[in-house]
């Protein structure tokens, strides 16, 4: 059977077959029919040519098919590489082009892309054909060894395009044993958040069913509505949650303003970027005393390499707390640069590298002596600070790759979608993060093509058809120039903050008029001073998390019920206005 994580299902299968193993907006799994229906398809996926190493893409949304799907392609030997339907049309075509999949599992009536070398699609059905063809046994595969790929990720590139990471089964098997010993090997119930097909979803899905528990999944609505998101891990009673910090900071907020408390919770592991603890997250474990905090870190091409349990009281933790020490089978080393002293990896859960990508392959993962001996190792890129007693802090980035919302963004990815359009003759990509705020906003400084004067909505929506909405730049600037460095280079650091962004909430509203609450609000959450009543809100670099936080302060503000389902459905002031003057009436 190929894998340890693998076999540890299987095992669940036999030890609890009747226990709840997914819940999810389609139905219910328990063992015994996750073993079965996986089975069946991994069985038609070796009857169909799947064999080790050949790369599965599954293309299914966040449901019952999706989970047997990915366990299947395990258990055929094959590696899968999960597409999220949600993504724009050229992003999921780049990734079925660079993925080099061979077979394609497709839920029902989603939309592939059109060529004619792509791979061979499969229609996820209900019950997948099983048994024998024609009377002939079951084609005898050899099981993948511990070198053969897993599954693929994709993380976003410098050159203008997401790179394909090959993960092979040692790296899978050593983070699922470790995530077990470290945080519970209790079968808990886990909840599914993490965005579909990143590593931390690899994570989630086998780490709840390699110890037996039960894997909980809100619907796309309602994973974007974070106090719904908070809500179902009270009514589910989730006590094994991943997180991005900045999740894991609304969610606490949520927890202050609105007394929503999931008291079930027993493991949290944040991980994406940097982990800032606030009056808020500290207030939220003092109220569970039974939850432990766990700071893990890790590029997309290790996954988890180093991790740090955050101990004693809250009140006691550190504002930046550190990413802590390597896990079993990895080992880092510190390495001096001229920005300071860079992360370097090595041991079991390194990447193959990037697929079909030989240059970015050597350039990144290094045969080195170090200590003195010859070690492969990723140079991940992020400065780091070893303290005496071993354990290692974050400081920074090497290069102009940032994190936002948890997830890894190369500028140049960007910048490579905004040059496609026609009025667009330079640009460059920065983050940046408004005074008073916690939630770092990606902003494009674009300078235009003669005579041409591009409106910023229509280049944030040019970007938003191309990329996942992660990457769409909150800000748009209009420039004349970019500041160059002395060798000629875009200096990043001289790019000025929006024009439209300050950290001013306004004049306080006149308490009759909603309207102005109301722009007051989104003024303060998007830091933009100036809020036409008819922009729309992503228009003004809204996101699904500010969403959120402007929905919990529409509610403590006016004292009604606005969800965010509700409030994305039509994100203009005049429309949040009308709707709370009726909820206020009713």
């Known amino acids: 059977m190929p894998g340890r994580v693998v076999e540890l299902i299987a095992a669940q299968a036999r030890r609890r077959p009747r226990a709840a193993a997914l819940v999810a907006p389609d139905g219910r799994l328990d063992y015994a029919e996750l073993d079965r229906r996986s089975a069946d398809l991994a069985e038609q996926l070796t009857r169909r040519g799947v064999r080790p190493g050949d790369v599965v893409l599954v293309q299914a949304s966040r449901g019952v098919a999706l989970g047997v799907a990915v366990l299947a392609v395990l258990r055929s030997g094959g590696a899968f590489c999960v597409v999220d339907p949600q993504y724009p049309a050229d992003r999921i075509q ?3 082009r660079r993925s080099h999949a061979r077979f394609a599992l497709i839920e029902p009536g989603l939309q592939t892309p059109d060529g004619p070398d792509g791979p061979v699609v499969i229609p996820l059905r209900e019950n997948p054909a099983s048994g024998t063809v024609h009377g002939a046994p079951a084609p005898h595969v050899p099981e993948p060894s511990s070198e053969d790929p897993a599954y693929l990720v994709f993380t976003s590139g410098s050159t203008g395009g997401p790179k394909a990471v090959s993960m092979p089964h040692r790296c899978v098997d050593n983070l699922i044993e470790w995530t077990l010993a470290s945080t519970s090997p209790e079968p808990l119930r886990t909840l599914m958040f993490a965005p579909l097909g990143f590593d931390v979803f690899v994570q989630e899905v086998f780490t709840a069913w390699s110890s037996g528990g039960c894997l909980y999944t809100p619907s796309d609505a309602e ?3 974070l106090q719904r998101v908070w809500e179902l891990c009270r009514e589910w009673e989730i006590q094994r949650i991943f997180l991005p910090p900045v999740a894991l900071v609304r969610l606490a907020d949520l927890t202050v303003e609105f007394g929503i408390l999931p008291g079930a919770l027993r493991e949290v592991a944040v991980a994406g970027e940097a982990l800032h603890i606030t009056p808020a997250v500290r207030d939220l474990f003092t109220r569970l005393p039974a939850a432990r905090l766990h700071n893990h870190y890790g590029p997309a091409e290790t996954h988890v390499a180093v991790a740090h349990t955050l101990t ?3 009140h006691s ?3 930046l707390p550190p990413i802590g020490r390597p896990l079993p089978g990895m080992t880092a080393h510190v390495v001096p640069v001229e920005e300071g002293a860079e992360l370097w990896l090595a041991g079991i859960g390194l990447a193959h590298g990037y697929v079909h990508d030989p240059r970015q392959t050597k350039e990144r993962f290094r045969s080195t002596r170090i200590q003195g001996r010859t070690v492969r190792a990723y ?17 920074g980035r090497t290069d102009g790759q940032v994190k936002i919302r948890g997830y890894r963004v190369e500028p140049g990815d960007i910048e490579a979608a905004l040059l496609r359009h026609p009025a667009v003759r330079e640009c460059a990509v920065a983050a940046w993060t408004p005074p008073g705020s916690e939630e770092r906003r990606l902003v494009a400084h674009v300078v235009p093509g003669p005579g041409q004067a ?12 191309l990329l996942p909405d992660y990457m769409v730049p909150h800000h748009v600037v209009l420039t004349s120039e970019l500041p160059l460095s002395p060798n000629g280079k875009i200096d990043r650091r001289r790019l000025p903050a929006p024009d439209d962004a300050n950290d001013s909430a306004g004049p306080p509203p006149d308490p009759g008029d909603v309207r102005s609450a109301v722009t007051v609000i989104w003024s303060t959450v998007l830091g933009v001073a100036d809020i036409p009543p008819d922009r729309h809100f992503s228009d003004l670099g809204g996101t699904s998390l500010s969403a959120a936080l402007v929905v919990t302060r529409l509610q403590q503000r006016f004292q009604v019920q606005v969800s965010v389902q509700e409030f994305l459905y039509d994100p203009r002031v005049d429309a949040i206005t009308a709707l709370i003057t009726e909820r206020a009436a009713a």
């Open 317 to 319: 933790w550190p504002d």
């Open 312 to 314: 004693g009281p809250p």
């Open 454 to 465: 591009p409106d910023a909505g229509e280049l944030r929506a040019h970007a938003a058809r």
């Open 223 to 225: 994973r974007v509505d």
């Open 379 to 395: 140079r991940t890129g992020d400065l780091v600070r070893e303290r005496p007693d071993g354990v290692l802090e974050y400081l």
């Open 94 to 96: 780049h990734m079925w």
